[in-house]
Structures are given as structure tokens and as C-alpha cells.
């Protein structure tokens, strides 16, 4: 069975800061890894994905996010915050080599970006 | 395209009554999801469609719960004699088949049960 952490329920960020939002994943096979953002009673919109390739994976709105195999993590990050990032983000693996790609996501970060 | 488009975008119902939410996927998807959120939660896997076909349903779709994609285009969700446990976002997303591309999610219909 998959399962996803992602730590830290709330991270806090002023703007022009680094913004790293951690994400560990646990799956019996090589998982497909996506992290989504979620705007106050919104649907979720698709950041980036990695599925095979790159490990490195550049997303939207300047967001990118690395697969480290040996310590089973997908962390995202943005160089600089911008007020407009403050949402909530999801992480989420998919099974690979299965057929029905559902997602099992994470509990979800809220970030927050401070003037 | 306009995107994956659901309604009602809000419901408030009794306790005991049926309801029904709509999604419109994109139209070149043959993928269908439903997930359900609950507050401070991540979005729970429901059921997923192939075209018409729904291959696989969670345990956490009760006998309550039934969905359909009839001729592979819209989908519903039924929800009869509804429960205050099911008060929630019911998220519905589309995608082609495969790993490569991920999901488009509409904007979710939330309903709660009183």
C-alpha cells in the first residue's frame, strides 16, 4: 500500500524567501510523484509531476521538485515566495506499473507568505 | 475547452435525503475520478471510469454511493440517504490514460448534510 507525509501541516514563509514544502512517500514499487495547489474552494491544480526521467522536475509558477529514490522524498521548492503562492499543497504518489493511476495524496501543507 | 466543470458548486441537504452531482470531464479524456475531501484532510480516491466502464470503487463507497458515466461523457454521483459523515468536498477529475498526464480537477461541489 502507497501513503504519503507531508510535514508540517502549516509552513510560514516572508515574501523573497525560500519556500520548501517536504513531502515522503511510502509505495512497495517505484511510485509516479505529483504535487498539487489548492486555492481557497478550489479543485487542485497539477504543479509538476515526475514519472520517469529527470529527477529534477520544473513546474509552473517557478516551482520545481526533486526525486531522491534513497530517502524516499519529493520536496518542493521555489526559490523566492510570492504573495500569490499562499495556498495549499498536496502531494500525492500514483502506483507504477499499475493501470488505474489513482492518486493517494498527503494531508496537505498550508503555506503562508508574509509581507 | 473549458475544463472540468461540476454542479452544483454547493449543496445543503437534509439528513435522509438523495442527492446528485454532476461532472462534465474534458471532452478528449477518457478517464474519470472522484475523490472526496474532508476538512484538513487530502482528497480521498472514490471511484474511476474507463469511458462508460467504472473499473475500480473504494471501500469507502458505500452501498449509499453509486455513480455512472453513461456513453462515456458526464458523469453522476448519487448519494442516498445521506449522512452528516458525508458532509465533504466531492472533488471530479479527467485525464488521458497513462502515467504522462496528470489530472484536471474541477472546482469540486460541497456538500452539507444538517
Not at chain 1, 26 to 35: E, I, Q
Request: aromatic fraction near 12%.
Amino acid at each position: 500500500a502507497q501513503s504519503v507525509t507531508q510535514l508540517g501541516s502549516h509552513v510560514s514563509v516572508s515574501e523573497g524567501a525560500l519556500v520548501l514544502l517536504r513531502c515522503n512517500y511510502s509505495s512497495s514499487v517505484p511510485p509516479y510523484l505529483f504535487w498539487y495547489v489548492q486555492y481557497p474552494n478550489q479543485g487542485l491544480q497539477l504543479l509538476l509531476k515526475y514519472t520517469t526521467g529527470a529527477t529534477l522536475v520544473k513546474g509552473i509558477n517557478g516551482f520545481e521538485a526533486e526525486f531522491k529514490k534513497s530517502e524516499t522524498s519529493f520536496h518542493l521548492t521555489k526559490p523566492s515566495a510570492h504573495m500569490s503562492d499562499a495556498a495549499e499543497y498536496f502531494c500525492a504518489v500514483s502506483e507504477a506499473g499499475g493501470s488505474n493511476y489513482k492518486l493517494t495524496f498527503g494531508k496537505g501543507t498550508l503555506l503562508t507568505v508574509n509581507p | 475547452d473549458t475544463g472540468v466543470s461540476q454542479n452544483p458548486r454547493h449543496k445543503i441537504t437534509k439528513r435522509g435525503q438523495n442527492v446528485t452531482f454532476r461532472c462534465d470531464p474534458i471532452s478528449e479524456h477518457n478517464r474519470l475520478y472522484w475523490y472526496r475531501q474532508t476538512l484538513g484532510q487530502g482528497p480521498e480516491f472514490l471511484t474511476y471510469f474507463q469511458n462508460e466502464a467504472q473499473l475500480e470503487k473504494s471501500r469507502l463507497l458505500s452501498d449509499r454511493f453509486s455513480a455512472e458515466r453513461p456513453k462515456g461523457s458526464f458523469s453522476t454521483l448519487e448519494i442516498q440517504r445521506t449522512e452528516q459523515g458525508d458532509s465533504a468536498m466531492y472533488l471530479c477529475a479527467s485525464s488521458f490514460w497513462g502515467p504522462n498526464y496528470g489530472y484536471t480537477f474541477g472546482s469540486g461541489t460541497r456538500l452539507t448534510v444538517v
